[in-house]
């Protein structure tokens, strides 16, 4: 075990508190464009990598694709078995880990990763691991949150407050840039767009306390941060970068995240 696989645990603490399954409600469009992108439909044997509560893998259920699930905390995969269970659709969810997929080589045509294989602390790994399942001539599909992005900087800014990472650490943003990916996929053909997610809400005081009570990495944060008095003046810094990027006049808030969704070609 390295130094760096204590970034799992704290991952599955991290998307296990909160309420992860109104963030996915949030972000439902990245999956959309991905399952698109990677051309599931019927016929097609289709993983999704860190399904959370089981969006991308869903929609390409619905598509007619058959479906496998994986993620590192149980309590999604249980609310993506439910969600399945409820829309009728067949869909195997599993709890697994990324960096040691437990498929033969070759076993998928498509396999999609939404705001999920990022997070994997061996980036390499991960990446090698989806390239492994995926037969060739098949597609894989990533979506990562850019650097400098509105969520690449809210997780800069949650990072630079948090006691430092493990030795090693590679931040997971760095899945939203082209030189990046082309990397961790050297030999593949990579093909990059950059999109947006929108968020709303009543007022950013209003989105501010919903995340504190729903969004994973706030919950950590604030959990940490809090005993310390260190809380406040991240929460300040916070609510200036969504103030900074919001596009409403009328009180409210609209802002967009930037996320780069990267289209890799298996040879
Ligand atoms: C932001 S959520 C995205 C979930 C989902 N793809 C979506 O679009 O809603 C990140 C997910 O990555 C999962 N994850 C983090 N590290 C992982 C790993 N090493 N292997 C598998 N899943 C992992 C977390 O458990 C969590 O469900």
Same mark, same amino acid.
């Given at each position: 075990m390295s130094g760096l696989d204590v970034i799992k645990d704290r991952q599955r603490h991290m998307w296990t508190i909160g309420d992860y399954a109104a963030i996915a409600e949030m972000i439902e469009g990245a999956s959309e464009a991905a399952v698109d992108r990677a051309g599931a439909g019927a016929g097609k044997r289709v993983l999704d990598v860190a399904t959370g509560t089981g969006n991308a893998a869903l929609i390409a259920a619905r598509s007619g694709a058959s479906v496998t699930g994986l993620d590192l905390t149980p309590k999604l995969i249980e609310i993506a078995t439910e969600r399945a269970r409820e829309a009728g659709l067949e869909a195997e969810f599993i709890v697994g880990d990324a960096e040691n997929l437990p498929f033969d080589d070759d076993s998928f045509d498509c396999v999609t990763s939404v705001f999920g294989?990022?997070? @994997?602390?061996h980036q390499q790994r991960a990446a090698d691991e989806l390239r492994r399942v995926c037969r060739p001539g098949g597609r894989i599909v990533t979506c990562a949150w850019t650097p400098t992005g509105l969520n690449g900087r809210m997780f800069g800014l949650i990072g630079a407050n948090m006691p430092p990472p493990p030795e090693g650490f590679q931040p997971p943003v760095l899945w939203g840039t082209e030189e990046r990916v082309s990397e961790l996929f050297a030999g593949s053909e990579v093909s990059v767009e950059t999109l947006m997610v929108p968020f709303e809400d009543d007022s950013i005081e209003e989105w501010m306390a919903r995340n504190e009570r729903i969004l994973g990495p706030t919950v950590m944060a604030k959990e940490v941060l809090e005993a310390d008095g260190k809380w406040d003046s991240l929460r300040e810094e916070l609510t200036a970068l969504y103030a900074g990027a919001n596009? @409403?006049?009328?009180?409210t808030m609209h802002v967009e995240a930037e996320y780069l969704l990267a289209a890799i070609d298996v040879a």
């Open positions: 294989v990022m997070f @994997a602390p596009e @409403a006049t009328d009180g």
